[in-house]
């Protein structure tokens, strides 16, 4: 037990150091070092690499970590000079608004090719409509208000189309709720989407084994890849 626990010691420092490195070595190279890119090179669990990384920034002070539009975390070197840091964090700052454009310009097609589907196959699909503040935002993307918070949403989440179809005469009409995302999609992906419908005012409801969706609420995630690696278990 003692040498198990010294080889996990001795594996975790390892990537300290190598997190040290990497960071060291883009700065020399006058550019910051993203998150992911790190976990990446790591090759361990997202755990596994957070903790290093926090390890990493306890012990070796001259190393930074900034936050881009509040959500990118970038990691740098004291060793960068005030005006070379600038100017890195003005080219990351540009890099990220072209790419999250495409990528979102990309997802809304994505979304686009979904309904279109649903339009084109289901017989009878009478679709939710909801007037936002935002202009030109799709009035079929729905707006759900939640009871508790959902993955750092407080009030509201969004989910990209509410659909009716009743299957046959005096039958309650089934009510479909549609969540689409371009690229990798993981288990953490799908488990949010059904717990914002667990706590949202319209889909969720209170039982005696705790929140649910309610009866007659079919959840669809539409992606293009999900992740091989994950299982999605099932209560039934």
Known sequence: MAL???????????????????IIEHS???????????RNKLGCTKHEAQR???KALQLYTDLREVKLFDAYRYYYHTSLEKEELQATLTMKENYIRIAKGRDNRIGHNWEAVAEWY??????????????????GMDQRRITLHLIKG????????????VWEVTLRLFAPPVTYVLSCKWGLVNK??????????RW???????TPDGRSVKQGVVSVFAA??????EIVRLKD
């Open 4 to 22: 198990t626990g010294r080889v996990a010691a001795s594996s975790f420092m390892e990537r300290v150091h190598r997190v040290r490195d990497m």
């Open 28 to 38: 020399k190279l006058r550019r910051l070092v993203g998150y992911p890119y790190l």
């Open 52 to 54: 290093a990384v926090t």
């Open 118 to 135: 649903i339009d084109r196959f289901t017989t009878g699909a009478h679709f939710w409509t909801q007037n936002h503040r935002t202009k």
């Open 150 to 161: 959902v993955g750092g949403r407080r009030m509201s989440a969004e989910v990209d189309r």
């Open 188 to 197: 953490r992906d799908v488990d949010d989407f059904l717990e914002v419908l």
């Open 200 to 206: 949202s005012k319209e889909f969720g409801v209170d």
């Open 224 to 229: 293009g890849v999900f992740n091989p690696k």
